[in-house]
């Protein structure tokens, strides 16, 4: 069997829906939450490889003691193609050549010449942002032989993750762009305190460097999520930055000080994390209150600022009792790519 070619087209296909519309109004908006996605198989036939997909696909995310899917993922039929329709990310799995309803919807998707090279070329993977609403995204991997199709669906795992997580990032931020953001504190934050951050319009300053903590906290509630910035002054970014007790001393501070907190250095997981052109050290962690009885999960961002000989400490903080704590760190989170220390992004 001759192998695959793989091709992969980023950000080049535009959508179809919204004709007429201001799309940007929502008019069009698809439901559900960033984490909701439909898988659409071109045959029922087709499950178990999509299954076998989904699983490689669907990592998880522990919240102190709880794990939760990065997706809430549901396969269809090309019967129920108008059902996925309707979720923010929608994968289809075609193998062309059967003519049914998921082929033909997404061969309009595309253009001819595309699609024409996607069947000649042994199949691919193209993506579709606002196929038929306003804040969607569409995969699509096709191939002609059912085999080939599992295997470009499993060679492109990783890639096709990365594509959903920075597609719902981009939305996310597109948005919170359209509902507002918080002019006063995203200049505040500009012209007084060194640094760069989209604020979304629902939150407001609640602390500013209290006792002289060098720190600010943005909050809002319903149920409780905070964007805290701290940082060192005058110091070897470089040292500072690669040493992992200081970057937790900082951490455990800005606790102490800003929320009256203690984190628990057991559940910490380190890792790095890249919004466009900066790279972030990334700790993962549970912090418990010193106030009341309870805790949660937090995600913190370190960033080195050489030419201010300072080194940021961004965290993000929710305390949602018996609530899936993923939908809103993947919101905080696209506020947190937009942090810069040198230019507007």
């Not at 040292?239 to 970057?247: I, S, W």
Request: proline share 4%; net charge neutral; with cysteine.
């Amino acid at each position: 069997m001759k192998r695959g070619i793989v091709l992969i087209f980023l950000g080049l296909i535009l959508a179809q829906a919204g004709c007429g519309f201001d799309k940007e109004k929502g008019i069009f908006m698809a439901a559900g939450s960033y984490g909701d996605l439909a898988v659409v198989v071109s045959d029922l036939d087709l499950r178990p490889l999509a299954n076998r997909f989904l699983a490689g696909l669907v990592q998880e995310k522990s919240f102190v003691i709880t794990p939760e899917p990065t997706f809430n993922a549901d396969v269809f039929g090309p019967d129920k193609l108008d059902l996925a329709k309707g979720y923010k990310n929608v994968i289809f799995l075609v193998q062309v050549g059967q003519g049914g309803k998921a082929e033909k919807e997404a061969q309009k998707q595309i253009s001819s010449e595309t699609w024409d090279r996607l069947v000649a070329g042994g199949g691919g993977v193209v993506q579709v942002k606002d196929p038929w609403s306003t804040y969607q995204h569409l995969v699509m991997v096709v191939s002609r032989d059912r085999n080939n199709l599992g295997s470009i669906s499993a060679r492109n795992t990783e890639k096709i993750r990365d594509i959903l997580q920075n597609s719902n990032r981009e939305r996310i931020l597109r948005r919170n762009r359209y509902e507002g953001l918080n002019t006063n504190l995203v200049n505040a934050c500009l012209d007084r305190l060194g640094f760069f951050l989209e604020i979304p319009q629902e939150y407001s300053q609640n602390q500013l460097q209290p006792d002289g903590f060098p720190g600010v906290e943005f909050m809002r509630h319903r149920p409780s999520r905070g964007i805290t910035v701290s940082w060192l002054d005058n110091v070897n970014t470089v040292k500072v930055m690669a040493d992992r007790e200081q970057l937790i001393k900082m951490r455990r501070e800005m606790g102490v000080k800003l929320h009256n907190e203690e984190i628990l250095p057991e559940t910490f997981i380190w890792s790095e994390e890249t919004f466009g052109d900066q790279v972030f050290t990334k700790l993962e962690g549970s912090w418990t209150s010193n106030k009341f009885s309870g805790g949660g999960a937090f995600w913190t961002y370190f960033l080195p600022a050489e030419e201010q000989g300072r080194v940021y400490c961004l965290d993000l903080l929710v305390y949602a009792p018996g609530m899936e704590k993923m939908p809103f760190f993947r919101r905080m989170e696209a506020v947190a790519s937009t942090f810069s220390t040198t230019r507007l992004r």
